[in-house]
């Protein structure tokens, strides 16, 4: 990726040049308009200059030059000593003549300037810069300021040469005698060798505190970034370009400290000159040398490593001259230096702008620093040459410098994050697939594994026919083998969630023995024809632990699973102890064993344990690794102890949790349950839904919830309070916490199912586990629906509206559907009628007149009628019955007899209306008259106890099982179909029809009583 300044390199590099060019000319501009006087043979005259102006003045010119003396004001006062000569400041006077004698770089002076000012009075400054090697300035006969101490030997003296501002007063004179006595014996130049500055004293101390400030910010500025770049190559220490930059920044920022305001020497006043010495020197032999293998590890195959080997060896030569000669202060050293460093830079430059043209990233901060290195060069050649003020030009180069190669480091870092990024989005998208795969491989394989289960037990059960018993077994082989498969499937699927870190677990406060109870209730669905006792000793309500229920349950299942697996017959017992804070529960099995060095491969995954060929790895080799990494993230340990022959011990431990307060022994003795810890009912909605929990926070969860959604909620809070409330009074829904002790929601779902139908009371389990084997148990004690724990509250609302929904919708549908057939009733009996009628009017007036009469008291019965549920009194049926029948006789006359066996107790009892008179003339003209010589209809009604029994039989043709059709009756007979549904719909009941050919039918069927 290209930054903005990479695409704009034409616009960086002309900015580049003005912010150089302007580095340049504006300072040389400003001087050559500034006010610069001129001394002229010691004297200077300063009177156009304003002394309460901001304007400086450097006092460059001719200096009165007394050698080898160092005076002070009190003897030049009496003007007796002349000089012996005038000296140009800024210069040195190493070279210079005194008569015939040639000044050497060694030695002593004292330097003089009278000045004539416009002014007398106010406080005025001195600013010096570099005066070498030390000196002591005096103004009006007063010293104000010094750096070392000058001296007339090397013994004595002490070589400073620290920039510093002197103050002084006028006090009424106007003219100014600065004496200024100068040292050096160890300095390949000496003298005033650069200019010192004249100028009002605020102004003065501002110009120091700017130069100060300037140096501080460019030294500290490389030296955080020096430690800034050594930081980080330990971070990535395979990039030697950043420890080579971060000591090129270091020699930077140490090489800025002992010169211009010269820092080093302000934080260290005491350091002696040598050591300075060396440190300045060997600092500038480190920026060339770390800069040249900066370049080097940066542009791998542009810098020749020739070059780089030859500067490698003449800084390592200069530097041990450094460090063992006297040459940092002897002049042919000094003077190669410059050079040297010039060269050194130049060729950096050099390949940094080769490098550039290569159109490699970043090469506009290439660039950039290519323009630097020559800007430092030739800055560092003027300073030299007009023997200027450090800050002359301001150090624009160095920074740009450091920053331009401190971009180019980080664009290679972000290149390298961008591409290490997008191979990790690879990666995460390779990853996303893998894991994409393996869940759709998994979906897929679940499918046919599916279909191979149920295929399977389908004809086990005897689909296809009878099996003999080698088919049978061999079946049921491949049966288990699929149900071993797709547990394996989902076992790799929560391995894969546990290696990404995908599991949440919400842990509470769980209830052992519930747990334990709804896994051995599944197991004992699951090993119903295997000679095996599972036995939880667990009492309810006794061993709570702190852990997620859903993993539990998991981890209990798989635990129980391993045991069932490998124990042929005997037992599984499950117990529970508390061991101070922790709950121990152990699954022992009467099973094969397990070698003692074996005990620790069984928990390891597939991947470890892929050399285990025996059969106690059952082929799977992730259940009891899962169980242990679950406990594990709960807290929690798995152990195994096993002798081969002797069964199992899986011992699992878990935190111990607190007793809940509706589980202490003390609240069980209370005579009833506060109706706000296990029982209450909220809401006022036409719905009546029934939750049953043992945890009081879910039971409460709930009805809030619940009741806001308009039903009437009860809660209660065990399986045996459930019973005693649905025999009280209807409700719409149940909701059943399988995990409940004593009763589990399997058991409390079957004994509903006892009393209800799946229509008339749907039932909603919630379950931690969602096992097949869970599944199928729970939907075969009769429940509509599962929900998995933990249920977000949304789905929960969902699940609730289309069960009470659905229910509601079947019955309305039911309700139409009886309602239609009840009316196809009526004219199938009044088309029959209407024609014995029409018929006897032409034959027997008097007979269709009392046949009239019966049909009239049909109508008014049957038109009594209102709804598909309207209940009648048997007497009232019989009085239908009785009115169908002589219309019956008329039209088939001594063919047919009716014989009624009536209990009397029975006539008050109620019957769903018109139930009765169908079955009797289904017996009159499909049973009977299908004779030639007819039959005998007996109508039997009896009350016993609290059931009414109703029998109709026939001696009519009868009918075989082939005949009998979806319904239990024959052919396509309306009637009966009608009665089959409404008994169904109402009491859940069926007609129980006996037939044969040769004997006649019977047709009976009870219901509950229903009396006034």
């Known amino acids: 990726m290209r930054t903005w300044l990479e695409n704009k390199p034409r616009l960086v590099f002309i900015l ?153 007063q006028l006090q009424g004179s106007s003219e100014l005698d600065i004496v200024v006595q100068v040292a050096s014996f160890k300095s390949f130049n000496s003298g005033m060798v650069q200019t010192i500055t004249l100028g009002r004293q605020d102004v003065i101390a501002h110009l120091s505190e700017y130069n100060v400030l300037l140096d501080g910010i460019v030294s500290s500025g490389f030296l955080f970034i020096g430690l800034y770049f050594f930081v980080l190559y330990f971070q990535r220490n395979n990039s030697k370009e950043l420890i080579y930059f971060a000591f090129v920044s270091f020699s930077g920022g140490i090489y800025q400290m002992t010169h211009s305001e010269r820092l080093l020497m302000k934080l260290l006043p005491s350091l002696d000159v040598m050591p300075q010495l060396w440190i300045e020197n060997l600092s500038a032999l480190g920026v060339l040398f770390f800069f040249s293998r900066f370049t080097y590890y940066l542009l791998p195959g542009v810098f020749s490593r020739k070059a780089l080997r030859v500067l490698e060896i003449v800084l390592a030569a200069c530097a041990a001259l450094v460090i063992f000669t006297k040459a940092t202060y002897y002049a042919p050293y000094i003077y190669s230096i410059l050079p040297m460093s010039a060269f050194v830079m130049g060729l950096n430059g050099y390949y940094m702008y080769k490098a550039s043209l290569k159109r490699r990233p970043g090469a506009v901060y290439l660039t950039l620093s290519a323009m630097s290195c020559f800007i430092m060069m030739f800055t560092s050649a003027l300073n030299t040459l007009w023997q200027l003020d450090g800050h002359f030009f301001l150090p624009i180069a160095q920074p740009i410098l450091v920053i331009s190669q401190a971009l180019y480091m980080s664009l290679q870092f972000t290149n390298d ?38 295929i399977s037990q389908s004809l086990i059960e005897g689909a296809r026919g009878p099996l003999g018993r080698e088919q049978s077994e061999d079946l049921q082989l491949v049966r288990d083998i699929g149900r071993r498969l797709t547990i394996l499937v989902n076992d790799i699927l929560d391995y894969s969630r546990m290696k990404h870190r995908d599991l949440v677990l919400h842990i509470a406060p769980v209830d052992l023995s519930a747990v334990v109870g709804a896994v051995i209730g599944l197991y004992g669905y699951a090993i119903k024809s295997k000679p095996l006792l599972l036995d939880n000793r667990i009492a309810p309500a006794q061993f709570f632990v702190l852990a997620d229920e859903n993993r539990l349950y998991q981890i209990i299942r798989n635990l129980i699973d391993n045991a069932v697996k490998y124990t042929e017959r005997g037992s599984v017992t499950v117990t529970a102890s508390a061991e101070a804070g922790r709950v121990r529960i152990t699954v022992s099995d009467t099973g094969r064993g397990i070698p003692p060095d074996r005990l620790e491969s069984v928990f390891m995954s597939y991947e470890q344990a892929a050399d285990t060929n025996t059969q106690l790895s059952g082929g799977v080799g992730l259940g009891l690794f899962i169980a242990r990494q679950l406990a594990e993230l709960q807290g929690g340990t798995i152990a195994a102890a096993s002798s081969v022959g002797s069964g199992t011990r899986m011992a699992l431990t878990l935190p111990a949790a607190p007793m809940p307060a509706e589980a202490m022994p003390e609240a069980k003795t209370k005579p009833s349950p506060e109706p706000d810890e296990f029982s209450a009912t909220e809401g006022h909605g036409p719905t009546n839904v029934l939750i049953v929990d043992d945890d009081y926070s879910n039971l409460r969860a709930l009805l809030n919830v619940l009741a806001l959604d308009g039903y009437t909620v009860t809660a209660v809070g065990s399986g045996e309070e459930a019973l005693r409330r649905i025999d009280e009074q209807p409700y719409d829904l149940c909701i059943l916490d399988i995990m409940m002790p004593g009763m589990t929601g399997y058991e409390l779902c079957k004994r509903i199912r006892e009393r209800y139908t799946l229509p008339e009371l749907p039932v909603l389990l919630v379950t931690a586990g969602s096992s097949r084997e869970g599944m199928a148990y729970g939907f075969e004690a009769g429940a509509n629906d599962f929900l998995l724990k933990p249920y977000d509250m949304s789905e929960l609302r969902t699940r609730v509206r289309t069960l009470v929904a659905l229910k509601q919708a079947m019955g309305q549908v039911v309700q139409k559907e009886l309602a239609f057939l009840q009316a196809q009733i009526k004219p199938h009996f009044l088309f029959n009628t209407l024609n014995t009628i029409l018929s006897l009017s032409h034959t027997d007036h008097a007979k269709s007149r009392t046949v009239l009469q019966n049909f009239s008291a049909y109508l008014r019965y049957s038109f009594d009628f209102r709804g598909e549920t309207e209940l009648a009194e048997v007497r009232q049926e019989l009085t239908l019955i009785r009115a169908y029948v002589d219309i019956e006789l008329a039209r088939f006359g001594s063919e047919l007899r009716v014989a009624y066996d009536i209990d009397p107790e029975a006539g008050a009892c109620r019957m769903p209306s018109l139930m009765l008179q169908p079955i009797v003339e289904n017996a009159i003209h499909h049973g009977v008259m299908r004779r030639e010589e007819g039959g005998t209809v007996s109508i039997s009604v009896h009350l016993r106890g609290d059931r009414l029994h109703v029998n109709v039989r026939d001696d009519g043709v009868g009918f075989s099982a082939k005949d009998m059709n979806g319904s239990g009756t024959r052919g396509a007979n309306v009637g009966l179909e009608n009665i089959q549904k409404r008994l169904k719909h109402l009491y859940n009941e069926s007609l129980i029809i006996e037939s044969n050919p040769a004997a006649g039918t019977s047709v009976t069927f009870s219901i509950p009583q229903q009396q006034h």
């Open 16 to 168: 580049s040049a003005l912010v150089y060019a302007a580095t340049f000319f504006v300072p040389i501009y400003q001087h050559q308009h500034a006010y610069k006087p001129v001394a002229v043979s010691g004297t200077m005259d300063l009177r156009e200059w304003d002394c309460a102006s901001d304007v400086t003045v450097p006092l460059n010119g001719e200096w009165a030059f007394y050698w080898s003396r160092l005076l002070t004001p009190a003897d030049l006062a009496a003007g007796t000593i002349q000089p012996q000569t005038y000296m140009n400041v800024p210069g040195h006077w190493n070279g210079q003549r005194v008569g015939d004698v040639k000044l050497p770089i060694n030695g002593y002076a004292t330097y003089r300037l009278q000045a004539k000012l416009s002014c007398n009075q106010g406080t005025l400054a001195l600013k010096t810069s570099n005066i070498r090697a030390s000196n002591r300035i005096f103004v009006n006969g007063d010293e104000i300021g010094h750096s070392g101490s000058p001296a007339a030997t090397a013994s004595d003296i002490v070589h400073r040469n620290t920039p510093y501002a002197g103050y002084f």
């Open 417 to 454: 994050y961008n591409q290490v990024r997008r191979l990790t989005d690879k990666l995460s998208a390779a990853d996303k697939l893998k894991d994409e795969f393996l869940a759709n491989t998994s979906h897929e394989f679940k499918s046919p594994l599916n279909g191979i289960i149920n």
